[in-house]
Nanobody, 120 residues
Framework: QVQLVESGGGLVQPGGSLKLSCRGSGFAFSNYGISWYRQGPGKERELVAHIGTAGDATNYEDSVKGRFTISRDNAKNTGYLQLDSLNAEDTAIYYC?????????????WGQGTQVTVSS
């Protein structure tokens, strides 16, 4: 079955960096774009970044432009989100998502999330 597993979260000081990973299985990974979302304490889940199938088309939410970098390695069935210059506002659970066409319907698949905490 379709499965997404995130990893790489943790506790980091302001100004620090983390690299999140999202490994997919149970589907043709290279055929689908990958999105990263986050949900901070008391906030709604928001889209952070998206990358196309070949990795050459990316877009970012305004507050993370220039600080976060999305990438993918289709040979490893893994997507990445590099987080740099982190601040307290980046504290959240980070999720990856893909949307797959199944039985004529587009279906969202989410990972379990990985916690990022930015604190001194």
């Amino acid at each position: 079955q379709v499965q997404l597993v995130e990893s790489g979260g943790g506790l980091v000081q302001p100004g620090g960096s983390l690299k999140l990973s999202c490994r997919g299985s149970g589907f043709a990974f290279s055929n689908y774009g990958i999105s990263w979302y986050r949900q901070g304490p008391g906030k709604e889940r928001e889209l952070v970044a998206h990358i196309g199938t070949a990795g050459d088309a990316t877009n970012y939410e305004d507050s993370v432009k220039g600080r976060f970098t999305i990438s993918r390695d289709n040979a490893k069935n893994t997507g990445y989100l590099q987080l740099d210059s982190l601040n307290a506002e980046d504290t959240a659970i980070y999720y990856c998502k893909i949307v797959i066409l199944r039985g004529g319907r587009w279906i969202d698949y989410w990972g379990q999330g990985t916690q990022v905490t930015v604190s001194s």
